[in-house]
């Protein structure tokens, strides 16, 4: 095929704007497309590859020589010949270098490489972060920027090792926090399944970690499981010199199962004396962020003596929106540390008893001493149970159970209060019926 049809530059530049031609051609398929754009004449090079016409730009004339257009046209024929496509090359070193900016960008802007750790895993976060409740999102991201980032955060999430990663998650455990260290490896091993998902590591080193760190040690809230012991405390929660609004606190929180902060931020508009119900709104819950927002309420079926104390504090506290309201703000809450405070002042160190705990001891005695159902227990403390296929309980379910239950519950704890013998197991589950 004839090559260097155009005599020199000259001809180019001889070429008028009103010449009938649409282009010089200097044979190979490389061409000059006349005032193509914006009245510049445009080289490009006509090529076969695979069987398919296309067609490669090679700039505008005359930044673009003839001599320069004709070396670019010999380069593009010998990746032809090469067995590559001139179009898709030219597309890989423009995606290369647009990296390489970035690269630049982020650098100079303190920021990590795309495609390390740290890079991959704020990208994961931002992905996840709306499906968690902040106060969660906030310590996943805290303890990757405290514990992980600084020790492999800038390196590239496709080069680290296992040991790479046991080593940052033994630092961690070199401080005593073991149960930080585990959920640091969690945090991590999602990270890397990300970064295979998304194409920037092949594998997820942390997937077999588990096993090298230390077990934690579970801590559960300190509670009373002895009837005796439970009585005195009960005892003394009726001698206690307290407000109202405390002394209620205290007197239900042993009786209804439900968290501290389920409790304290109570409002009146959630509780039906009438019917003896309280729900409590799905946001107050522990649950994942979605059962937060579109969850159903939690409900807590009310022992009549339950309803007593609500209905002698209604008095005080009713007008407004708050049930414990707080002492010195009324449209707030009562302190978190109300209730414990106030069983250290009653003689109750936080070693034997805290206010989550009072849950621990109605899960105990309801089951070993009372012979309740563990599904219904776990129902009415709002945990997620599972049955046998796999099925979540419905928070709804096991109502009337549990309103039984909650009720046998109060009268066992008049029982202990008043120093009487139990409830007999028989007729616990008599009632569960």
Same mark, same amino acid.
């Given at each position: 095929?004839?090559?260097?049809? !155009?005599?020199s ?8 704007? /009103? ?6 051609? /200097?044979?190979?398929g490389?061409?000059l497309l ?7 004449? %445009?080289?490009?090079?006509?090529y076969?590859?695979q ?5 490669l ?6 930044d673009?020589s003839?001599?320069l257009a004709r070396?670019k ?8 010949? +090469?067995?590559?496509d001139? %179009?898709?090359?030219?597309k890989a070193e423009r995606e290369?270098?647009a990296?390489? @900016?970035?690269?630049?960008q982020?650098q ?7 495609g390390?750790?740290e890079a991959?895993?704020?990208e994961?976060f931002a992905?996840?972060?709306d499906?968690?409740?902040k106060s969660?999102?906030?310590?996943v991201i805290a303890r990757l920027?405290? /514990?992980?980032?600084p ?5 590239m999430?496709a080069e !680290?090792t296992?040991p790479q990663?046991?080593a940052?998650?033994r630092? !961690? ?5 073991i149960?930080t260290?585990? @959920? ?7 990270v890397? $399944? ?6 920037? #590591? ?5 997937r077999e ?5 230390r077990?934690?040690n ?5 509670a009373?499981?002895e ?6 405390l009960?005892?003394? !929660?009726?001698g206690?010199a307290?407000t109202p609004v405390v $002394?209620? #606190?205290l007197k239900l929180?042993?009786m ?9 931020f109570a409002?009146?508009? +959630?509780?039906?004396?009438e019917a003896?119900?309280w729900?409590?709104?799905? &946001?107050?819950?522990k ?5 937060k927002?579109s969850?159903t309420?939690?409900l807590?079926?009310?022992?009549k003596?339950?309803?007593d ?6 008095p005080?506290?009713?007008?407004g929106?708050?049930v ?6 009324h449209e707030?809450?009562? %302190?978190?540390n109300t209730?414990?405070? &106030?069983l250290r002042?009653?003689g109750f160190?936080?070693d034997?008893?805290?206010g989550?705990g ?8 309801l089951? +070993?001493r ?8 776990? &129902?009415?403390?709002a945990h997620?149970v599972r ?7 419905n ?6 159970q549990r ?7 109060a009268d066992?704890?008049?029982q ?7 409830l007999p197991?028989?007729?616990a589950?008599?009632? #569960?019926?």
């Amino acid at each position: 095929m004839a090559r260097n049809l !155009i005599p020199s530059e000259a001809t180019i530049r001889a070429v008028k704007t /009103d010449d009938p031609r649409k282009r010089l051609t /200097d044979g190979g398929g490389l061409v000059l497309l006349l005032f193509a754009r914006s009245g510049l004449h %445009s080289w490009r090079l006509d090529y076969r590859f695979q069987g398919k016409r296309n067609t490669l730009t090679l700039g505008t004339f005359p930044d673009t020589s003839l001599a320069l257009a004709r070396r670019k046209a010999e380069a593009a024929r010998q990746l032809l010949a +090469e067995g590559f496509d001139p %179009s898709q090359q030219r597309k890989a070193e423009r995606e290369m270098w647009a990296e390489e @900016r970035v690269a630049e960008q982020r650098q100079a802007q303190g920021l990590p490489a795309v495609g390390s750790f740290e890079a991959v895993a704020r990208e994961w976060f931002a992905v996840r972060k709306d499906s968690w409740s902040k106060s969660y999102g906030d310590k996943v991201i805290a303890r990757l920027e405290t /514990d992980v980032f600084p020790y492999i955060g800038r390196e590239m999430a496709a080069e !680290i090792t296992g040991p790479q990663l046991l080593a940052v998650m033994r630092r !961690i455990e070199s401080r005593g926090v073991i149960e930080t260290a585990h @959920r640091a490896l969690q945090d991590s091993g999602q990270v890397f $399944r990300y970064a295979v998902a998304t194409g920037h #590591a092949k594998f997820n080193p942390a997937r077999e970690l588990k096993d090298a760190l230390r077990q934690p040690n579970p801590k559960h809230f300190p509670a009373i499981v002895e009837p005796k012991r439970l009585g005195e405390l009960l005892r003394a !929660i009726d001698g206690y010199a307290a407000t109202p609004v405390v $002394r209620a #606190a205290l007197k239900l929180a042993p009786m209804l199962l439900l968290r501290p902060g389920e409790l304290r931020f109570a409002e009146w508009a +959630e509780i039906d004396l009438e019917a003896a119900l309280w729900q409590v709104p799905a &946001a107050r819950m522990k649950r994942e962020l979605r059962q937060k927002l579109s969850g159903t309420p939690h409900l807590v079926p009310l022992p009549k003596q339950a309803v007593d104390v609500f209905r002698e504090l209604q008095p005080l506290t009713g007008q407004g929106k708050m049930v414990f309201r707080g002492e010195r703000h009324h449209e707030r809450a009562m %302190s978190e540390n109300t209730v414990n405070a &106030a069983l250290r002042t009653m003689g109750f160190p936080a070693d034997e008893v805290t206010g989550h705990g009072f849950r621990a001891t109605a899960r105990t005695m309801l089951h +070993e001493r009372l012979g309740f159902s563990p599904d219904v227990i776990e &129902a009415q403390l709002a945990h997620t149970v599972r049955d046998s296929l796999g099925r979540a309980y419905n928070r709804t379910e096991f109502v009337e159970q549990r309103r039984v239950m909650l009720q046998t519950w109060a009268d066992f704890l008049d029982q202990l209060r008043s120093g009487k013998e139990m409830l007999p197991r028989n007729r616990a589950r008599q009632a #569960a019926r």
